[in-house]
């Protein structure tokens, strides 16, 4: 059974930085394609970024945080990472991390199989 637990999390200001984390609890994490969801208060959960499985040599992200967040994976430590710079109010939300091996790169949440329990960021003005 996959497990994916997300820290990093927190408060910070407007302009700030936070790296969040997500630990997946499996035998091979490099042929897991990995992603990063959010959703904020009252609002239906969205795509922020994905990474491809193996090296991850692609990524891909939401252009609400295209230049602003970078996604990056260890398969050595079984993590993702994503990197939140110039972070501003609006990017408040829970952030979830999630895993798929059917295929080398996804972007919607129908194609993600684990979900992590997610991991609150708020940005203060």
């Known amino acids: 059974q996959v497990q994916l637990v997300e820290s990093g999390g927190g408060l910070v200001q407007a302009g700030g930085s936070l790296r969040v984390s997500c630990a997946a609890s499996v035998r091979t994490f490099s042929i897991y394609a990995m992603g990063w969801f959010r959703q904020a208060p009252g609002k239906d959960r969205e795509f922020v970024a994905a990474i491809s499985w193996r090296s991850g040599s692609s990524t891909v992200y939401a252009d609400s945080v295209k230049g602003r967040f970078t996604i990056s994976r260890d398969n050595a430590k079984n993590t993702v990472y994503l990197q939140m710079n110039s972070l501003k109010p609006e990017d408040t939300a829970v952030y979830y991390c999630?895993?798929?091996?059917?295929?080398?790169?996804?972007?919607?949440?129908?194609?993600?199989?684990?979900w992590g329990q997610g991991t609150q960021v708020t940005v203060s003005s």
């Open positions: 999630a895993a798929d091996r059917t295929r080398s790169l996804a972007t919607t949440q129908r194609e993600y199989s684990h």
